[in-house]
């Protein structure tokens, strides 16, 4: 696979990555461990290099199933985690970037991940009760400890990116990021490419909807956390059906599917945006890496960005809540 550099760091990484979350955590299906394990050393015998994990994830279990399956390949593989939460009783008890919880928790994933340093640390979610400038500071740090190579933030603003850079560069930002969230290429792209960091994107299969595999009947399980999501009610789902048949009527052109369709698009709007794609299913991980082969010309990119400007996306990504409280 193809690699691609985040910003002016020099951290090299494939072209695609994997986000490790739904392994285990948030969408109503779990693997076992051993599943979990195999598909991620999948995913690194396919070329991908570059593995995404958070401590709140599981919470905890999700680093330790990471840390297990990419023990054998430490050399060779890039493994980012977050910091960011308190986590009470293995339940989300509010966002904390005190410089005491940053230790903790950096203490607490070397330990689940099996590893000497962290490559990338984020912080998961903006702290707004402690100044960006001591997050920064604290893994300023941490990283002349030894304990943590890059410096990452997740779901930043413009503001809180030029802030932390000023005191630590920032190697990555991971935000939310596909062709049904969009809000980023406004503000915050310009910033990223002034000051050279790359761009994580997080769910850029909108959370499976641009898989093409749900509509308004998809019965959504209770404990996928979707099912709370304003863009995952019946309506909205039938209301942003437009988009789907956007991708599928372009798959049907580059003999592709939508999902590699939008992985594709991600890839081509910037050189510098490393697209973070989960499953549980091995045959969706070599549909989702096929991306990386499929070629969007200038022409298609044109016409897709066009079309686009007629798709409105219906619904909220998160609620009001979960807007400020979720690191999903």
Same mark, same amino acid.
């Given at each position: 696979?193809?690699?691609?550099?985040?910003?002016?760091?020099?951290?090299?990484?494939?072209?695609?990555?994997?986000?490790?979350?739904?392994?285990?955590?948030?969408?109503?299906?779990?693997?076992?461990?051993?599943?979990?394990?195999?598909?991620?050393?999948?995913?690194?015998?396919?070329?991908?290099?570059?593995?995404?994990?958070?401590?709140?994830?599981?919470?905890?279990?999700?680093?330790?199933?990471?840390?297990?399956?990419?023990?054998?390949?430490?050399?060779?593989?890039?493994?980012?985690?977050?910091? +960011?939460?308190?986590?009470? =009783?293995? /339940?989300? $008890?509010?966002?904390?970037?005190?410089?005491?919880?940053? %230790?903790?928790?950096? !203490?607490?994933?070397?330990?689940?991940?099996?590893?000497?340093?962290?490559?990338?640390?984020?912080?998961?979610?903006?702290?707004?009760?402690?100044?960006?400038?001591?997050?920064?500071?604290?893994?300023?740090?941490?990283?002349?400890?030894?304990?943590?190579?890059?410096?990452?933030?997740?779901?930043?603003?413009?503001?809180?990116?030029?802030?932390?850079?000023?005191?630590?560069?920032?190697?990555?930002?991971?935000?939310?990021?596909?062709?049904?969230?969009?809000?980023?290429?406004?503000?915050?792209?310009?910033?990223?490419?002034?000051?050279?960091?790359?761009?994580?994107?997080?769910?850029?299969?909108?959370?499976?909807?641009?898989? +093409?595999?749900?509509?308004? =009947?998809? /019965?959504? $399980?209770?404990?996928?956390?979707?099912?709370?999501?304003? %863009?995952?009610?019946? !309506?909205?789902?039938?209301?942003?059906?437009?988009?789907?048949?956007?991708?599928?009527?372009?798959?049907?052109?580059?003999?592709?599917?939508?999902?590699?369709?939008?992985?594709?698009?991600?890839?081509?709007?910037?050189?510098?945006?490393?697209?973070?794609?989960?499953?549980?299913?091995?045959?969706?991980?070599?549909?989702?890496?096929?991306?990386?082969?499929?070629?969007?010309?200038?022409?298609?990119?044109?016409?897709?960005?066009?079309?686009?400007?007629?798709?409105?996306?219906?619904?909220?990504?998160?609620?009001?809540?979960?807007?400020?409280?979720?690191?999903?």
């Amino acid at each position: 696979m193809n690699k691609r550099i985040l910003g002016k760091s020099g951290l090299e990484v494939s072209a695609l990555g994997f986000g490790c979350m739904g392994l285990n955590f948030s969408y109503g299906h779990s693997l076992d461990k051993q599943d979990a394990i195999a598909i991620i050393r999948s995913a690194v015998e396919k070329g991908v290099t570059f593995f995404d994990t958070a401590e709140m994830y599981g919470p905890f279990t999700n680093e330790e199933i990471v840390g297990e399956a990419l023990a054998p390949f430490r050399k060779n593989v890039v493994i980012a985690t977050k910091f +960011g939460f308190n986590i009470v =009783d293995n /339940k989300m $008890a509010g966002v904390n970037s005190s410089p005491e919880q940053i %230790r903790k928790a950096v !203490e607490g994933s070397l330990k689940r991940l099996n590893v000497d340093v962290i490559d990338l640390l984020y912080q998961h979610r903006v702290d707004p009760k402690v100044p960006i400038e001591d997050v920064a500071g604290t893994v300023k740090d941490l990283i002349a400890e030894g304990k943590v190579i890059h410096f990452g933030l997740s779901e930043a603003g413009v503001k809180t990116i030029r802030k932390a850079h000023a005191v630590q560069p920032i190697t990555a930002v991971q935000n939310e990021y596909s062709m049904w969230t969009r809000k980023h290429e406004v503000e915050v792209f310009p910033a990223l490419e002034e000051l050279g960091i790359g761009l994580v994107a997080y769910s850029p299969l909108g959370k499976g909807f641009l898989t +093409g595999k749900l509509n308004q =009947d998809t /019965k959504i $399980a209770e404990n996928d956390f979707r099912r709370q999501l304003p %863009r995952f009610q019946p !309506e909205a789902l039938k209301a942003n059906q437009a988009l789907v048949e956007l991708l599928t009527k372009i798959a049907g052109e580059k003999d592709a599917t939508p999902a590699q369709i939008a992985l594709a698009w991600a890839l081509a709007q910037k050189p510098w945006i490393v697209p973070i794609p989960g499953t549980t299913k091995l045959h969706r991980l070599e549909e989702n890496l096929g991306a990386a082969d499929v070629n969007l010309t200038i022409t298609d990119l044109a016409n897709i960005a066009e079309a686009l400007k007629n798709v409105n996306v219906e619904g909220e990504r998160y609620t009001e809540a979960l807007e400020k409280t979720t690191g999903l």
